[in-house]
C-alpha cells in the first residue's frame, strides 16, 4: 500500500508542478517565480492537510526526493516555454487543454492521497474528506494567489466538488474493497472525468452574475 500511495505522490506531483509552472509561464513570471510556483502548486494542499492534522513538520520537507520531481519538471516546462517562446500565446488553447488535463491528474491523485492519510490515521468520514479536498484544492489556491488572480478553485467548472467526490468515493471504496491499487485507480479515473467533461461541457456552479 505505501509502495502505490508513493507513486501516487509521484504523480500528483509532476502534474501539479506542470500545471503550475504553465500558469506561471502564461503570467510572465521570471524562471525562479516558475519554479517556486511550480513546487507551491505541488506541495501546498499536503502542507496545510499536514497541519490540519497535526502533522508538523509538514512530511514534504523531509521528502526530497519529491521536491526534486517538482522542480525538474517546472523547469523543464520552463525551459521548453523560453525556447518556444514565439509559439507559447499561438498555442494557447492547445496549452490550456494540456494544462487542464495535467491538472486534472493531479487533482485526482492528491485527493486520494490525502483520502488516505485522513484513512490511515483513523479518522471518520467527514474528516476523510475535507483532507482529501484540501490536498486536491490547497495548492491550486496558493498558486492563484501568487500570480494574482481569483483562485480557479472558486470560479471555473466543477473543481472542488471533483476532488470531493473522489475522496468520498475513495473512502467509500475502501469500506469494501482490500486492494489499495483497485479503490484509487477507480476514484482517480472518476475524478479526471469530471474534470474533463466539465471543461468540455462547460459546467458550473451557479453564481451571481
Given at each position: ?35 517556486f ?75 486520494v ?89 462547460r ?7
Amino acid at each position: 500500500m505505501t509502495e502505490f500511495i508513493k507513486i501516487l505522490e509521484i504523480i500528483g506531483t509532476m502534474a501539479f508542478s506542470i500545471s503550475g509552472a504553465l500558469i506561471a509561464c502564461s503570467a510572465g513570471l521570471d524562471i525562479f517565480g516558475v519554479v517556486f510556483v511550480g513546487c507551491i502548486t505541488a506541495f501546498g494542499g499536503g502542507i496545510l492537510r499536514d497541519i490540519l492534522l497535526g502533522i508538523t513538520p509538514p512530511t514534504v520537507f523531509s521528502n526530497y526526493l519529491m521536491f526534486l520531481i517538482a522542480v525538474i519538471s517546472a523547469l523543464g516546462v520552463f525551459i521548453i516555454a523560453y525556447i518556444n517562446k514565439d509559439k507559447f500565446s499561438i498555442l494557447k488553447s492547445k496549452i490550456d487543454y494540456v494544462n487542464n488535463f495535467f491538472d486534472a491528474v493531479g487533482l485526482a491523485a492528491f485527493s486520494v492521497t490525502g483520502a488516505q492519510v485522513g484513512l490511515s490515521a483513523g479518522h471518520n468520514a467527514l474528516i476523510v474528506v475535507i483532507v482529501g479536498m484540501i490536498t486536491g484544492v490547497g495548492g491550486g489556491i496558493m498558486r492563484d494567489i501568487m500570480i494574482d488572480t481569483t483562485p480557479y478553485v472558486f470560479k471555473k467548472h466543477i473543481y472542488a466538488l471533483a476532488s470531493v467526490w473522489g475522496s468520498w468515493f475513495y473512502y467509500i471504496l475502501r469500506q469494501y474493497i482490500d486492494s489499495v491499487s483497485i479503490a484509487s485507480a477507480m476514484a482517480m479515473l472518476s475524478v479526471i472525468a469530471i474534470r474533463m467533461a466539465a471543461t468540455k461541457f462547460r459546467w458550473s456552479l451557479p453564481k451571481v452574475k
